[in-house]
């Protein structure tokens, strides 16, 4: 089945500086590739997405790239924010695109 | 309805007592999925229905759990027998026909055993 790394686990940066979170997959058919967002208290909340037709995507402030060769693909998030403090999941869907398969998670924390 | 909704939104128990945990998801939503959040953690996969069948119940930890879906709608998860390790937030999330279309969760039942 499809397996998701992602990294790093904790993160923190400076109100304005810009995060990136990386993740890898293993199922080169996985054609779809989203970012979720966690607050405290609530499920996670789907911010962005991406087919492997493109190779970037963008909303606003934040925007996604997939290197298909390679099987990675990363959220980037500029002009940080405090409400941008969350935990971030990537997921990638297995064979058959019956499920996702979620990354363990980056706790993202923006400093004032 | 407008989003997934869960209930309870929290539920404590008694150690091996059963609970039934609901979800109903967005109108029209084919498919439908249990995962479990521990505390700090990941998200488990548990089950995945499509319409009334479930062709994945290959993350159910063990046969106490149980998972149901009628009328193409409302899922019921049910644990028997509780034990203190599956204290845990229980998200739903639905899907417009495959996974590919993106989840919608809801925000989750909290499962505290004592």
């Known amino acids: 089945g499809e397996n998701v790394e992602q990294h790093p686990s904790t993160l923190s940066v400076q109100e304005g500086d810009s995060a990136v979170i990386k993740c890898t997959y293993s199922?080169?058919?996985?054609?779809?590739f989203p970012w979720y967002k966690q607050e405290l208290g609530k499920g996670p909340q789907l911010i962005i997405d991406?087919?492997?037709?493109?190779g970037e995507k963008k909303d606003q402030r934040i925007a996604v790239t997939l290197n298909k060769t390679a099987k990675h693909f990363s959220l980037h998030i500029t002009e940080t924010q405090p409400e941008d403090s969350a935990v971030y999941f990537c997921a990638a869907p297995n064979f058959g695109n019956e499920k996702l398969t979620f990354g363990t998670g980056t706790r993202l924390t923006i400093i004032p | 309805g407008a989003g997934v909704s869960q209930s309870p939104s929290n539920k404590v128990t008694e150690k091996g007592k059963d609970v039934e945990l609901r979800c109903d998801p967005i109108?029209?939503?084919?498919?439908l999925y249990w995962y479990r959040q521990s505390l700090g953690q990941g998200l488990e996969f548990l089950i995945y229905?499509?319409?009334?069948?479930?062709?994945?119940k290959s993350g159910l930890p063990s046969d106490r759990f149980s998972a149901e879906r009628t009328g193409g709608s409302v899922s019921t998860l049910t644990i028997q027998r509780t034990q203190q390790e599956d204290s845990a937030v229980y998200l739903c999330a639905s899907s417009l026909e495959w996974a590919n279309y993106g989840y919608t969760f809801g925000s989750g039942t909290r499962l505290t055993v004592v």
């Open positions: 229905f499509q319409g009334n069948s479930a062709p994945d």
């Open positions: 199922d080169s058919a996985s054609n779809y």
């Open positions: 109108s029209g939503h084919t498919a």
């Open positions: 991406i087919r492997s037709n493109v």
